[in-house]
């Protein structure tokens, strides 16, 4: 059973980039469709970005078009996001949530397609 850690989460300024990291284990994790979805306080959960575990295929929210990207290395059963140009309203607690779905090519940004979760780690902007 695939079971995920995120990290890398912390205080930056505005303007600033972090790396995400998130921690895969479990056999076949590299067939995993991921993302990553952010909660903010008092908001829903909102799809950022995902890739499949078919064929890469990734797709990314508006928001986060150019300033956001996903990668993964297979090899250390690693999922990482990449933020650059940090914004006031990017600050939340960032998800790295798994499927199995080895029907599709195609990856979601709905929660309800994932099964998977982790605990979040926290992402804070702010001068």
């Known amino acids: 059973q695939v079971q995920l850690v995120e990290s890398g989460g912390d205080l930056v300024q505005p303007g600033g980039s972090l790396r995400l990291s998130c921690k895969g284990s479990g056999v076949g994790f590299r067939f995993y469709n991921i993302a990553w979805f952010r909660e903010a306080p008092g908001q829903e959960r909102e799809g950022v970005v995902c890739?499949?575990?078919?064929?890469?295929?990734?797709e990314t929210a508006h928001f986060a078009e150019g300033r956001f990207s996903i990668s993964r290395d297979h090899a250390e059963n690693m999922v990482y996001l990449q933020m650059t140009g940090l914004k006031p309203e990017d600050p939340a607690i960032y998800y790295c949530p798994a499927i199995h779905y080895p029907q599709t090519l195609y990856c979601s940004r709905s929660t309800r397609d994932y099964d998977r979760w982790g605990r979040g780690t926290p992402v804070t902007v702010s001068s």
């Open positions: 890739v499949s575990g078919k064929n890469e295929y990734s």
